[in-house]
């Protein structure tokens, strides 16, 4: 399939990012179209490189599964060269994006003040675990221990089990699809203002972003919400059920669709039952409603229930295991897996871009890089240096 440029073609982003978040953000931006060049360690690279079992070929499942559409080179920042090197390529970049621990750009002599001063066009996104000013702002923030301090955990869980954290490093993604969004914004604003901007993340700021209803609860009535499991504080039904053979999820979030479940499970009298009548109802007498249902939905198995209620237009649906999720015919409709030939890995299976632009999936352009597989051609195509010049930095240390 013939695919048009991206949005983003022709815009160069400069990544000097690694592990989730910033990482996460970059590969949008190359799904849109950007040429994004992964900044790296010589001799180490990315830090989720190593972040395994499992291993495919000598990388790992969890840097494959973040770093397509995008060019390695690897440069030694603290060589003189190589910082020097990464100013010319920033000079050159529409986008920096970076998430160094507050402070580390500066040292390295890499800021923001010095990479505008000759870039006045730049898009400079930083990304942090706790911002760039504040009490908080030397700290480390990895996604874990901000889902911990910033309320998540607490409410995440069963309420007769320890608290637990998201199985996906949610606060690495939101705030990389955050910074996604912040920088297209301000490339937008770039086109009518002439001038770039500075752009500041953290890891804690999303996460106080996203506890939304539970933030609302607190900040507005007071109350500080707990685990559920997966119940909703405020709608009953709607969580799991227990089936005969596995778990479902039932939502009935109105009365109209509580009577078609109520009736759906042979029980019509509930909807006329003064305790059951209202969602206020349902939500004061939760657990004595919940236990009623699925007292019923243990009869039957998973695929029974949502083949009976979905064509009430009850919202039912298995919960799958991720090979199941990935399996789904959904998935291939929506060319959400790609199959690609990796280098070392041959054959393999990839996340896809799950953003459509004119009906069709952007391609997979790149594969996740080798380290520093794509360094002698970025300095050529970026900067124009010779295969020489290239040879003396490389002797020198200065890059991979």
């Not at 086109?191 to 953290?202: A, H, K, N, T, Y």
């Not at 249902?293 to 229930?305: G, K, N, Q, S």
């Not at 009850?314 to 789904?328: K, M, Q, W, Y």
């Not at 999936?361 to 520093?372: E, K, T």
Request: aromatic share 6%; hydrophobic share 45%.
């Amino acid at each position: 399939m013939d695919h048009a440029p991206g949005p983003l073609a022709g815009v160069a982003v400069l990544d000097f990012s690694r592990v989730v978040a910033g990482p996460y953000c970059t590969m949008l931006l190359g799904d849109d179209g950007a040429d994004v060049v992964k900044v790296e360690r010589p001799g180490a690279g990315d830090d989720t490189r190593e972040w395994g079992p499992p291993f495919v070929g000598g990388e790992s499942a969890y840097y494959l599964a973040i770093n397509r559409n995008k060019r390695s080179i690897a440069i030694d920042l603290q060589n003189p060269e190589g910082r020097d090197l990464a100013l010319d390529l920033a000079a050159r970049a529409d986008v920096v994006v970076e998430n160094f621990r507050v402070g580390t750009m500066e040292r390295l002599g890499l800021g923001y003040e010095t990479l505008v001063a000759r870039n006045p066009r730049l898009v400079y996104c930083g990304i942090s675990g706790f911002g760039p000013k504040g009490p908080r702002r030397d700290q480390a923030g990895f996604d874990l221990m901000v889902q911990a301090f910033g309320g998540m955990m607490s409410v995440t869980g069963h309420p007769d089990g320890a608290p637990a954290k998201a199985a996906v490093p949610l606060l690495d993604i939101a705030t990389g699809l955050t910074a996604h969004g912040a920088i297209c914004a301000a490339l937008y604003g770039r086109e009518r203002s002439g001038r770039g901007r500075r752009i500041d993340l953290s890891l804690f700021a999303t996460q106080i972003g996203i506890l939304m209803n539970a933030a609302g609860d607190y900040l507005l009535a007071g109350k500080v919400m707990g685990r559920m499991g997966t119940a909703h504080p405020s709608i009953v039904p709607y969580q799991g059920f227990a089936a005969r053979d596995g778990y479902l999820i039932i939502a009935a979030p109105n009365d109209r669709l509580f009577a078609r479940l109520a009736q759906a499970l042979g029980h019509p009298e509930w909807p006329e039952d003064p305790r059951f009548a209202t969602n206020a109802g349902r939500v004061e007498h939760r657990a004595t409603l919940v236990a009623a249902i699925e007292a019923v939905t243990r009869e039957r198995d998973v695929a029974d229930w949502v083949a009976a209620l979905e064509p009430l237009g009850i919202p039912a649906t298995p919960i799958n295991s991720v090979d199941r999720a990935l399996e789904d015919p959904q998935v291939a409709a929506l060319e959400l897996v790609r199959a690609v030939e990796h280098p070392t890995a041959g054959p393999i299976r990839l996340p896809g871009p799950f953003v459509q632009f004119d009906g069709a999936a952007p391609p997979i352009r790149l594969l996740p890089p080798l380290l520093a597989e794509h360094t002698d051609a970025v300095l050529r195509e970026w900067l124009g240096l010779d295969a020489a010049t290239i040879a003396r930095l490389r002797a020198d240390g200065a890059i991979q």
